[in-house]
């Protein structure tokens, strides 16, 4: 998915189709044969957005050429986060896997490229991280 928003229609209903890292960061963990992925609003506008769309299905379907067993996502509201545990993605974990990321840490980057879709008020707000 290409890090450019396409505008649906023009009207004041339009829609941006853009990849999940314009409206959050990620960062993921493994234990044994599991991944853990955290997403996380980089705005609190963003959130509802995020548990709408960045569903259980949705991540399995993005990572389907990696055949997890389960998908299970956990909601962290006040933190506006949400955590992914796929289970059995790792070629048996870190002592067994023989390719070149064992732990999965690069998994977050393709969640980030899952396309989601936004009102298009809110362009403004997909410039990036707030300000401090």
Not at 51 to 62: D, F, K, N, R, S
Not at 114 to 122: D, E, M
Request: aromatic share 4%.
């Amino acid at each position: 998915m290409n890090a450019m928003p396409s505008a649906r229609s023009a009207d004041a209903g339009a829609e941006l189709l853009v990849p999940l890292h314009r409206l959050a960061h990620g960062r993921t963990g493994d234990k044994g044969n599991r991944s853990n992925i955290s997403v996380i609003a980089w705005r609190p506008e963003f959130w509802p957005l995020l548990v709408e769309q960045v569903t259980e299905a949705a991540v399995a379907a993005c990572f389907a050429h990696r055949q997890p067993r389960r998908v299970t996502r956990h909601l962290l509201p006040k933190l506006q986060a949400m955590n992914f545990v796929l289970d059995e993605v790792l070629d048996g974990g870190v002592n067994d896997a023989l390719n070149l990321d064992s732990h999965g840490k690069a998994l977050s980057y393709l969640l980030l490229d899952l396309p989601v879709r936004v009102p298009a008020s809110l362009r403004p707000q997909l410039a990036g991280p707030p300000p401090d």
